[in-house]
Structures are given as structure tokens and as C-alpha cells.
């Protein structure tokens, strides 16, 4: 099957840096994608890595590393408007199907 | 504007009963998704839509149904079977499959 882990809390103050790990299991890796969602609402896309290294889009960047089943995603110059729930989810081929199976979900709390 | 419209926003069962969620898109995407979302827990697939008249059961269809008639559309019903049926349901759709999913502002569902 597909699982991930993610921490459930991670606290920051504005101005900082924050590193949200995420390790998987799953066959037929296709890709590792990263979503925001604030409270009540949907999710919104961050950023994808289909290929090892970083990708970076503005203050947030991801890593992916396929032989260590491990990303992050990294939050710059931490804002308040950051606070949210950020969910880590891979596409595999688990069943047959690619098909996005999400973690947890980590609980930024920005404080001033 | 594209996007995808879910509604209702807020919906409430009554033991026994059956009820459809819609799930609108004219972003012209193949792949449609939804999802549940329970209170601190990340996305769980209930069931996912390639094509036009082709659905796929994911992790947790049981008690729910689906009908993909026109590309548009992906209505979601929660039958009396469900037995659990209050959450936060989340409609997305995709391009392709390395393509981010775009999230619906989703339906709260409660019993009465």
C-alpha cells in the first residue's frame, strides 16, 4: 500500500525558516506533491518533485530524495498568513491506479 | 473564470436518507477526484474518475456512489449506508496525472 509520515505540529516565528519533513512507502513512485490548506478551507497546490533534488517557487521550495523516500518543503521568511496545514501526498501505482494518497497532515503555527 | 463549484457548501442527513453532492468543473480536466476529510486528519479517496463514464473505487467507497455522465460533472451520493457520514467532502479534478489537483471549496456534511 501507500503510507506516509508527517509531523503533526511544528511551531516558528515570523521572519524564520521551517523545514516540514514527509517520509512515504509506496510502489510505483511517481511523484511527491505538497498542498496548503488554511482552516475551512480547500487545499491549494504548493509544488511538485517528480525527480530528486529542489524545486523552488518563491519563498517555498521542496526536496525530494526517491532512494532515502523522503521530501520536505521549506518555508522562508515565515509570514503570519502561512499559519495553515500543510499535507504532504504521493502518486504511485498502488492498485493499478495513480491516484494521489495524502499524509496527515503538519500544523504550521506562525507566531509574531 | 474556470474552476470547480461544489455544492452545497453545508448539508445536513437525516438517518436513512440519502444525499448527493455536486461537483462541477470547466476547467475541460479528464481525471475527477473526491474526497473526505475528517477533523485534524489529512484526504482519504472515496472514489476517482478518469474518463466519461468510468469510475474507480478508492479507499473508502463503501456507503458512497458516483455517476461521471458528462465531463463536467462528478456528483457524489452518501447513501443511508454510510454510516459515518459527517466530514468535510473535497471534489478535485486533473489535467493530467503530473498535474496539480484543483480543489472545489468543499461540502460539510452533518446528521441531523
Known amino acids: 500500500g501507500q503510507s506516509l509520515e508527517q509531523p503533526s505540529e511544528v511551531t516558528a516565528v515570523e521572519g524564520a525558516i521551517v523545514q516540514i519533513n514527509c517520509t512515504y512507502q509506496?510502489?510505483?513512485?511517481?511523484?511527491l506533491s505538497w498542498y496548503q490548506q488554511h482552516d475551512g478551507g480547500a487545499p491549494t497546490f504548493l509544488s511538485y518533485n517528480g525527480l530528486d533534488g529542489l524545486e523552488e517557487t518563491g519563498r517555498f521550495s521542496s526536496f525530494l530524495s526517491r532512494s532515502d523516500s523522503y521530501g520536505y518543503l521549506l518555508l522562508q521568511e515565515l509570514q503570519m498568513k502561512d499559519s495553515a496545514s500543510y499535507f504532504c501526498?504521493?502518486?504511485?501505482?498502488?492498485?493499478?491506479?495513480?491516484?494521489?494518497?495524502f499524509g496527515s497532515g503538519t500544523r504550521l503555527q506562525v507566531q509574531p | 473564470d474556470g474552476g470547480i463549484t461544489q455544492s452545497p457548501k453545508y448539508l445536513f442527513r437525516k438517518e436513512g436518507q440519502n444525499v448527493t453532492l455536486s461537483c462541477e468543473q470547466n476547467l475541460n480536466h479528464d481525471a475527477m477526484y473526491w474526497y473526505r476529510q475528517d477533523p485534524g486528519q489529512g484526504l482519504r479517496l472515496i472514489y476517482y474518475?478518469?474518463?466519461?463514464?468510468?469510475?474507480q473505487k478508492g479507499d473508502i467507497a463503501e456507503g458512497y456512489s458516483v455517476s461521471r455522465e458528462k465531463k463536467e460533472s462528478f456528483p457524489l451520493t452518501v447513501t443511508s449506508a454510510q454510516k459515518n457520514p459527517t466530514a468535510f467532502y473535497l471534489c478535485a479534478s486533473q489535467d493530467r496525472t503530473d498535474q496539480p489537483q484543483h480543489f472545489g471549496d468543499g461540502t460539510r456534511l452533518s446528521i441531523l
Open positions: 501526498a504521493v502518486s504511485g501505482s498502488y492498485t493499478g491506479r495513480r491516484a494521489l494518497t
Open positions: 509506496t510502489s510505483g513512485f511517481y511523484g
Open positions: 474518475s478518469q474518463i466519461v463514464n468510468d469510475f
